[in-house]
């Protein structure tokens, strides 16, 4: 179908509101916030009252769900609407992309900036990339090569490369950081700006970054994809916030993430497009629950973290926010972060490829109706290894390993079995007194397997480490 005739009919079906232009999109996505980590979602003294704002004036989503449970992964997901392992963004020892890695997402993959640029839109990412490093001789790896019209920010996270200096063991977990010992490289496009960045000042520039981006097409449908630094350690706060939190630097951080946040929505207000633009939050993955007290978050009532398949490792905040399109409240609606692709290509008009199966589901019912979605198994990889399953509010672990650092992997002869509508903790296992649903979850993973078929890794390295 041809663009402006799926443009007509997706105005039509949206409304004679939103018939006049195709709706903006925003994705702001953190690094490693927990489930339990804005005032929102139940913390008691982490204090983000536009977040909590956006919530109250959008949807929240109990259920919602990281692709992956850490950081190059979730990303593709995110970018693809597919499961990481079909693109080979996954692997079970490297887990990630890092500063020496020369694999990235394949060119052949669709990106959600891609997709929306063949709709006409404008694309920005400002933040953190880590979907493959271009400056290692792989241009194809740059986001501008993958849809983006505009980009600044970080190639990887903000810990990938250490400096000569030197630090105590586990350094990123410490609240007193030496701003010296990372090698954080910031680029506007492929134009490196600072080799070693003052990480201080990065959520304040990227809010700038933002804010301009917005500024310069607001008269044109855009997509900003803003993936921020934080809250992945070593953590930093401006001036402003540093020091004020009751919840330490882990809490400043967020402070300042949710004056970023504040400062997005206010642009779109003041320039009269808020009406006309679709804001989703979350994060890439759970907590990193084993850095410090102060400088690892926390799942809230869910069990375990980033690098995990408990719930705590990949169930995440989740706000949907569009004024006059989306009504105030609260889902359990089951969702991933693979469903915004096929959602927003809607929204923007754009038919997406049949040469490929997409994972994820168009999301509309459940973000304008407050309807819950028919939905297939969901799959909770870790790296290349399908480790657990959820088929409607039942949950199976065929394997089961603890975050980053739990070095054994448990397989279960009996898979775990747990309900999440009454046991979110996953502290009681059930198994035993329902071999059906098992039965049943393991035949849905079969099918899965059978159609869902691994690429080879990108994410293996053939770049010794440099010291
Ligand atoms: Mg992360």
Redesign the pocket.
């Known amino acids: 179908m041809r663009p402006l005739l799926l443009a007509l009919l997706t105005a039509l079906s949206l409304g004679a509101s939103a018939a006049a232009r195709l709706p903006n999109v925003i994705i702001i996505f953190a ?2 916030l927990g489930y339990g980590d804005l005032g929102c979602y139940g913390h008691p003294t982490i204090r983000t009252p536009n977040l909590d704002r956006m919530a109250a004036e959008g949807l929240r989503l109990t259920q919602f769900y990281s692709a992956a449970e ?2 190059t992964p ?1 990303r593709a997901a995110l970018m693809t609407g597919r499961y990481p392992v079909r693109s080979g963004m996954a692997h079970n020892q490297f887990r990630v992309l890092r500063a020496v890695s020369t694999g990235g997402l394949p060119q052949s993959e669709l990106t959600m900036a891609e997709a929306l640029k063949s709709s006409g839109y404008r694309t920005g990412i400002i933040g953190k990339w880590h979907l493959g490093v271009w400056a290692n001789d792989r241009p194809e790896h740059h986001p501008l090569n993958h849809g983006f019209d505009f980009h600044f920010g970080l190639m990887h ?1 903000n810990d990938m490369n250490p400096s000569d200096k030197p630090k105590p063991k586990k350094a990123n977990a410490l609240v007193e950081q030496d701003p010296e010992w990372w090698n954080a490289a910031l680029y506007r496009g492929r134009e490196l700006l600072e080799p070693r960045t003052d990480q201080t000042q990065l959520t304040k520039r990227y809010t700038e970054e933002a804010v301009k981006f917005i500024d310069e097409n607001k008269a044109r449908p855009f997509f900003l994809y803003m993936p921020h630094t934080f809250p ?1 350690t070593p953590l930093f706060a401006s001036e402003r916030f540093k020091g004020r939190s009751p919840r330490g630097i882990y809490g400043d951080v967020l402070a300042e993430l949710d004056w970023s946040v504040g400062e997005v929505l206010k642009a779109l207000k003041d320039r009269s497009i808020a009406d006309d633009t679709l804001v989703f939050f979350t ?3 759970g907590p990193w629950t084993w850095m410090g007290a102060e400088t690892g978050g926390s799942a809230g009532l869910l069990r375990d973290g ?1 690098g995990s398949t408990w719930e705590g490792g990949m169930r995440v905040p989740g706000i949907a926010w569009w004024p006059g399109r989306i009504k105030p409240g609260v889902s359990d609606a089951v969702m991933t972060t693979m469903d915004l692709l096929p959602t927003v290509a809607r929204l923007a008009a754009v038919e997406l490829p049949t040469d490929r199966p997409y994972d994820g589901q168009d999301a509309a019912t459940v973000l304008f109706e407050g309807k819950t979605l028919e939905r297939e198994v969901f799959c909770y990889y870790r790296g290349e290894d399908l480790f657990a399953a959820r088929l409607g509010d039942w949950k199976a672990h065929f394997i089961t390993q603890g975050s980053y650092g739990d070095p054994k992997p448990v397989k279960h002869e009996r898979p775990l079995l747990f309900n999440l509508a009454v046991d979110p903790s996953e502290a009681h296992d059930i198994g035993e007194q329902h071999p059906d649903v098992i039965k049943r979850i393991t035949a849905a993973v079969e099918a899965h397997r059978a159609r869902t078929p691994k690429a080879p890794s990108q994410l293996i390295e053939t770049v010794p480490v440099s010291k």
């Open positions: 690094d490693d850490v950081c979730s996270s992945h994060s890439d993955n980033k």
